[in-house]
């Protein structure tokens, strides 16, 4: 097995990892035990693999936590989710600044209950200074909407007078996205054996590796990212070229 703590992600020219946890549920239904069960077990797969990514010098390494469609789950589930988001900020948080790591947040957040939103910003400015990694948590987020919301922006721009429209090209979209700041998508990961994006990173795939691993998320740590990065460093990259 690869041990993660001996490796270096930009021995592999990886810079940004985007990861979609998927499997909480199934890993807790193989177990009989209840879905809340899974959805604790992945948060300890995120501080593991928190952790691993500035072990191995990740820049960035965005992580699917809770997507726009995820209201349609039972009330209940959502209010766990949102608990343990709760307490993985007040628990998390001093090792975030121990370990000078940067919060950051996509998605529309901010349509999240005011208390679990003030949270969030005091986490995000705490950390706003550190580097060279940062852990995004994506939120209340849907790449369509991500769009939508960039292409409103750059519409109000060009009313007022601000851009024409032959200045609108794909840097000016890029910059009106949430995952600006952060380096472009190298490899996005999913995890539980789906093979599909569902509306993540739609923009910011366009050219990154996809891995799938059949590792349910509650299982994954620093040795099933090392693999995957190592996967990644053996695909050659031609960008549309030869």
Do not use: C
């Not at 209950?113 to 986490?123: K, N, R, T």
């Not at 009313?159 to 380096?183: C, F, N, R, S």
């Not at 054996?193 to 349910?216: K, P, V």
């Amino acid at each position: 097995m690869t041990d993660h703590r001996s490796f270096s992600a930009p021995t592999y020219g990886a810079r940004h990892v985007a990861i979609i946890m998927d499997g909480n549920g199934r890993w807790a239904k193989k177990r009989m035990l209840p879905r809340f069960a899974g959805h604790k077990a992945g948060v300890e797969a995120v501080r593991r693999t928190a952790r691993a990514a500035q072990e191995m010098g990740l820049e960035a390494l965005t992580l699917y936590a809770f997507s726009s469609e995820n209201w349609k789950r039972p009330e209940s589930e959502v209010s766990d989710l949102m608990g343990l988001l709760r307490r993985f900020i007040l628990a998390d948080l001093a090792e975030f600044e121990a370990n000078r790591v940067r919060l950051k947040v996509i998605g529309n957040y901010r349509a999240l209950d005011p208390s679990l939103v003030a949270m969030i910003d005091d986490a995000i400015a705490r950390t706003a200074d550190f580097g060279p990694t940062t852990v995004a948590v994506a939120l209340n987020y849907g790449s369509q909407d991500e769009l939508a919301r960039a292409a409103q922006t750059i519409a109000r721009k060009a009313a007022a007078g601000e851009i024409t429209p032959d200045a609108i090209g794909p840097d000016a979209v890029a910059a009106e996205l949430d995952t600006v700041g952060l380096p472009p998508l190298d490899l996005l990961i999913r995890t539980s054996g789906e093979q599909r994006l569902s509306n993540f990173m739609l923009w910011q795939a366009a050219y990154s590796e996809l891995y799938f691993t059949d590792t349910l998320w509650p299982d994954f740590n620093g040795d099933t990212l090392a693999r995957a990065l190592e996967e990644f460093g053996r695909r050659e990259r031609r960008y549309g070229g030869l």
